[in-house]
Nanobody
Framework: QVQLVESGGGLVQAGGSLRLACTVSGRTFTDYPMGWFRQAPGKEREFVAVINWGAGTTYYGDSVKGRFTISGDNAKNTLYLQMNSLKPEDTAVYYC????????????????WGQGTQVTVSS
């Protein structure tokens, strides 16, 4: 059974940094692309970033491009999201997800999800 567990969320001031982690069990996490989404209160779940290990490519949502970096550690079977220059509008629950098929930008393309970790950015 595939399980994804996020960690690393918290409260940070605007301009600060956080690194989220997503530990994957039940599969080798580099077998398929892995992504991050986020959901703010009252809003739709939003694509943040994805990494395609086989192609060696990464893609980011426009709102985080240049500030966030997605990466992974094969030895630890862990996906990361380094978030720099955080803004209050980055406040959301962040989810990691394992891609199944289809466009990277839609949550319906991901078959497994973590429980989420809260990130709050104060102004």
């Amino acid at each position: 059974q595939v399980q994804l567990v996020e960690s690393g969320g918290g409260l940070v001031q605007a301009g600060g940094s956080l690194r989220l982690a997503c530990t994957v069990s039940g599969r080798t996490f580099t077998d398929y692309p892995m992504g991050w989404f986020r959901q703010a209160p009252g809003k739709e779940r939003e694509f943040v970033a994805v990494i395609n290990w086989g192609a060696g490519t990464t893609y980011y949502g426009d709102s985080v491009k240049g500030r966030f970096t997605i990466s992974g550690d094969n030895a630890k079977n862990t996906l990361y999201l380094q978030m720099n220059s955080l803004k209050p509008e980055d406040t959301a629950v962040y989810y990691c997800a394992a891609h199944s098929s289809g466009s990277y930008y839609y949550q319906r393309s991901y078959g497994y999800w973590g429980q989420g970790t809260q990130v709050t950015v104060s102004s």
